[in-house]
């Protein structure tokens, strides 16, 4: 344990050049560990008026959804997106569903509406399950010059942390060292390490700057075509804007709480979308549950069953499959 107290304080030694990775920035870094193989959120979607004197809904938009994430042991992502008329969400008020089989950054095209799909379903699985690689392979396929942890980190500083791991584990933390040196202090090349451990471990790609969002602190993601804003305490999404032309999609995150007490996620999320219409998701619930393959068979045969003589088109926000 001393060994590695001292290795956290290395890290503390270089903390001064730190500036976290655009994937890094969308690990919703505030969250626990999902522990479940399965998530569904509940929320009510409707379109607003932001400029009226107090934000009004706009009558009849309303619509009740379910978004139901499963995690496959491979790491692959399901999606069942339900959508209810009434806040009840029973079966009796369910008039649709799409089930994604695969759900993929790369499976949105380039049209405009895809991309504010896109962005809000990557937004979508950066905050359900702690992962921003699908953001930045997302953003890489609609033409954004960000990068992976992956493409960017310093080979030569992980190659040696890895061998002082393994010099822990074979000699107990260092109480069995015996004549073998750590690598943290060989006999030779000692400025060497002493240098590899002061560099950051990710190279600087100058799209992350520090700045501020609603005057607070806030890491600053900036691209061409891109921008977001991640607040620097507590790792949450605040705006993400992605353009296309002369069209525009802004995401907002607001007020985030911790549903069930273990799971950070924002209360209200308003889209502006590619037409300028303002939609207002206003999350009810967020469940973490575990489900097996044959549960989520019989669950979308259900909702086919109840949809098979009520099925009946529904008007929605592109942001919505």
């Known amino acids: 344990m001393k060994k590695l107290l001292i290795l956290l304080n290395l890290f503390v030694l270089s903390a001064h050049a730190y500036v976290p990775t655009v994937e890094s920035?969308?690990?919703?870094?505030?969250?626990?560990?999902?522990?479940?193989?399965?998530?569904?959120?509940?929320a009510k979607v409707a379109l607003v008026n932001p400029y009226a004197e107090k934000v009004e809904q706009v009558e009849g938009s309303a619509m009740w959804i379910k978004w139901v994430?499963?995690?496959?042991?491979?790491?692959?992502?399901?999606?069942?997106?339900?959508?209810?008329?009434?806040?009840?969400?029973?079966?009796?008020?369910?008039?649709?569903?799409?089930?994604?089989?695969?759900?993929?950054?790369?499976?949105?095209?380039?049209?405009?509406?895809?991309?504010?799909?896109?962005?809000?379903?990557?937004?979508?699985?950066?905050?359900?399950?702690?992962?921003?690689?699908?953001?930045?392979?997302?953003?890489?396929?609609?033409?954004?010059?960000?990068?992976?942890?992956?493409?960017?980190?310093?080979?030569?500083?992980?190659?040696?942390?890895?061998?002082?791991?393994?010099?822990?584990?074979?000699?107990?933390?260092?109480?069995?060292a015996g004549t073998e040196p750590s690598p943290m202090a060989p006999t030779v090349d000692r400025d060497k390490v002493d240098k590899l451990m002061a560099a950051p471990m990710y190279a600087d790609t100058q799209q992350v700057v520090l700045s501020r969002y609603q005057g607070e602190p806030a890491w600053q993601v900036k691209g061409d075509t891109f921008e977001a804003w991640v607040s620097d305490a507590t790792r949450e999404v605040r705006q993400l804007v992605l353009r296309s032309g002369a069209a525009e999609v802004d995401i907002q995150c607001r007020d985030y709480l911790l549903f069930n007490g273990t799971h950070s996620f924002p209360r209200q999320i308003v889209v502006k979308g590619q037409q300028d219409q303002f939609w207002q998701v206003d999350v009810i619930s967020l469940k973490p549950f575990n489900e097996s393959s044959a549960e989520l068979l019989a669950r979308l045969r259900r909702h086919d069953q109840v949809l098979m003589q009520r099925r009946e088109a529904v008007s929605r926000p592109p942001f919505l499959f």
Do not use: C
């Open 25 to 42: 920035l969308f690990r919703h870094g505030t969250n626990a560990d999902v522990t479940t193989n399965a998530i569904m959120v509940s």
């Open 69 to 176: 994430y499963n995690v496959t042991p491979q790491g692959k992502l399901k999606l069942t997106q339900l959508i209810y008329r009434s806040a009840s969400m029973t079966e009796a008020s369910l008039v649709e569903k799409s089930y994604v089989s695969e759900l993929s950054p790369t499976a949105f095209d380039s049209s405009p509406e895809m991309g504010e799909r896109g962005l809000f379903m990557s937004l979508m699985n950066s905050l359900l399950i702690n992962d921003g690689s699908f953001m930045v392979d997302f953003l890489r396929h609609r033409g954004v010059n960000v990068h992976l942890n992956s493409e960017i980190i310093n080979q030569d500083k992980r190659a040696l942390l890895a061998r002082y791991r393994s010099w822990l584990i074979r000699t107990k933390g260092g109480r069995a």
